[in-house]
């Protein structure tokens, strides 16, 4: 099972963003993904915590930027009119849902 995760984990925050923008964006895929990637940066906010990483702790609700209003700060970039912005939304939403999975599998 802790393989699994992690496969899922980090597969989820590193190749899916680029298989999506390949699926969708055309010839500026590599771009769109790498923005998307870009929004792995929320991760950040691990070094508030202390301890800064504990493998059994749910980050959704836990670290600032994984956190409800947060999400909506991502959900509204979606409305902005350039792709970047909207590229940055929908990966850190994306960063959002393999965090959510993560702790779903922990038992949260």
């Not at 929320?42 to 070094?47: A, E, G, M, S, V």
């Amino acid at each position: 099972m802790a393989l699994l995760q992690f496969i899922l984990h980090y597969g989820g925050h590193w190749l899916a963003p680029l298989l999506f923008a390949r699926l969708t964006q055309g010839v500026k895929w590599l771009r769109f993904g790498a923005v998307m990637l870009a929004a792995n940066l929320i991760d950040l906010d691990h070094l508030l915590a202390d301890p800064m990483f504990d493998p059994n702790r749910c980050s959704i609700g836990f670290h600032p930027l994984h956190g409800w209003i947060a999400a909506a700060i991502y959900v509204a970039l979606l409305a902005v009119p350039r792709w970047w912005t909207r590229a940055f939304g929908l990966g850190a939403l994306w960063h959002l849902a393999v965090d959510y999975g993560d702790c779903v599998m922990q038992g949260w």
